[in-house]
């Protein structure tokens, strides 16, 4: 199971859901999560997605720690199994 054929299962949930999973690209800042999840009562999150076993990058560390900072929740998704417990999570806070 490879990077992509992860997100594509997020993406598939996340719109099973009535949700958004926004690709999110910030040119200038680079390191920031792959997906900009969004479901309705104002509920956001973003997503960093990996192959199985994979680890974040320096940077991609320092971008989860400065958006968590500010409040937000940031997962790193390394396998479909993982996609029902961060769509929960997100929707229960």
Same mark, same amino acid.
């Given at each position: 199971?490879? +990077?992509?054929? /992860?997100? #594509?299962?997020?993406?598939?949930?996340?719109?099973?859901?009535?949700?958004?999973?926004? *690709?999110?690209?910030?040119?200038?800042?680079?390191?920031?999560?792959?997906?900009? &999840?969004?479901?309705?009562?104002? #509920?956001?999150?973003?997503?960093?997605? #990996?192959?199985?076993?994979?680890?974040?990058?320096? &940077?991609?560390?320092?971008? *989860?720690?400065?958006?968590?900072?500010?409040?937000?929740?940031?997962?790193? &998704?390394? @396998? /479909? +199994?993982?996609? @029902?417990?961060?769509?929960?999570? /997100?929707?229960?806070?």
């Amino acid at each position: 199971m490879n +990077e992509k054929h /992860i997100e #594509k299962k997020l993406r598939e949930a996340v719109r099973g859901m009535g949700g958004i999973a926004a *690709k999110f690209v910030s040119p200038g800042w680079d390191g920031v999560p792959d997906r900009l &999840l969004l479901f309705s009562g104002g #509920k956001a999150a973003f997503v960093e997605v #990996k192959k199985p076993g994979g680890k974040l990058k320096p &940077l991609q560390q320092k971008r *989860k720690r400065q958006l968590e900072a500010l409040g937000f929740k940031v997962y790193v &998704l390394d @396998g /479909i +199994e993982q996609i @029902g417990g961060i769509l929960d999570d /997100i929707q229960t806070t």
